[in-house]
């Protein structure tokens, strides 16, 4: 009879210590209701102890939660339709609030996420989506964060992953790329054009400086049509290289131009009546008889 006594005793102190003893994790953090109202006491992880059938313990996950934000479809203010999707980092910070003053934090979370994802699309560009992410995160973490503080809840973060835009979209910005890739590839053909019209300019007053630079550079351009090997060889013969070798080639020297015939004297015409090839008359004498014309 004895022994029966004690088995019910231990049996009974076992499902009494079964039902009073609880475990709390590291990450967690128990609440404990006491006929239907929490205790103000937050239980710290470890054992916690618990009056049966009067207790109730609710544990508390004090982790960073990871939720995704399903995608969104919407329209930019420049009237773009996207679909957008998201990531919301959130923890617990008050286990108290988080679990009298909402019923399901993380649903209420993730319902206020794709709300805000949705207003914070059409408040914003297309092109601030793709390239100035940083901004409308923070945009959307405070829109996010505000009811959440309510709740016992922490934003830590919101990432915008993924912006899926129509197929015509695609090809129009892919053209838009295209024709920038072009200006910026001519831009730089023609910088460089510039600076190499201003090399050959400095090349140009360098060789009509020195003249002989020309054939060393003829020379040179010689040797590199050479170097392809090909069986026909057109070699530039330009008119400065001519002007240079006439100006090297020496000149024969002048015949001395002939002395101006000076003039005869009066003795002379005398002498030589045939001078300037005219025939001057000699003079007559007074005995000399002057025949009559026919």
Do not use: C
């Not at 079964?18 to 994790?25: E, L, P, T, W």
């Not at 939660?65 to 910070?93: C, E, H, L, S």
Request: hydrophobic share 45%; net charge negative.
């Amino acid at each position: 009879m004895l022994v029966e006594i004690l088995s019910a005793v231990v049996v009974a102190g076992g499902a009494w210590l079964a039902a009073s003893v609880r475990v709390v994790k590291q990450y967690e953090r128990g609440l404990v209701f006491r006929f239907g109202r929490v205790r103000a006491r937050v239980q710290d992880p470890g054992l916690v102890t618990l009056v049966p059938f009067v207790d109730r313990l609710q544990k508390v996950n004090m982790q960073i939660v990871t939720m995704p934000v399903p995608a969104q479809d919407g329209i930019t203010r420049d009237n773009v339709t996207v679909r957008v999707d998201a990531v919301v980092y959130f923890k617990v910070i008050d286990p108290v609030v988080a679990a009298v003053n909402v019923q399901d934090y993380r649903s209420a979370v993730g319902q206020v996420a794709q709300t805000s994802l949705r207003s914070i699309i059409g408040k914003s560009d297309l092109d601030d989506l793709l390239s100035n992410r940083e901004r409308l995160n923070e945009g959307l973490e405070l829109m996010i964060d505000s009811p959440a503080l309510d709740w016992g809840i922490h934003i830590d973060r919101v990432e915008i992953k993924d912006v899926a835009l129509p197929e015509a979209m695609k090809r129009s910005m892919s053209r838009q790329a295209e024709a920038e890739r072009e200006r910026r590839a001519r831009v730089i053909s023609a910088d460089g054009e510039l600076q190499a019209s201003h090399k050959l300019a400095q090349a140009a007053a360098t060789m009509a400086e020195h003249p002989s630079a020309l054939q060393l550079r003829l020379l040179e351009t010689v040797v590199q049509v050479s170097s392809e090997k090909n069986s026909t060889l057109v070699l530039p013969f330009p008119v400065e290289l001519l002007r240079f070798l006439d100006a090297q080639t020496p000149k024969p020297a002048a015949p001395p131009a002939p002395a101006a015939e000076a003039a005869p004297e009066p003795a002379e015409l005398e002498a030589n009546p045939e001078v300037n090839g005219h025939a001057t008359p000699s003079p007559r004498s007074p005995g000399d008889a002057v025949l009559p014309a026919d």
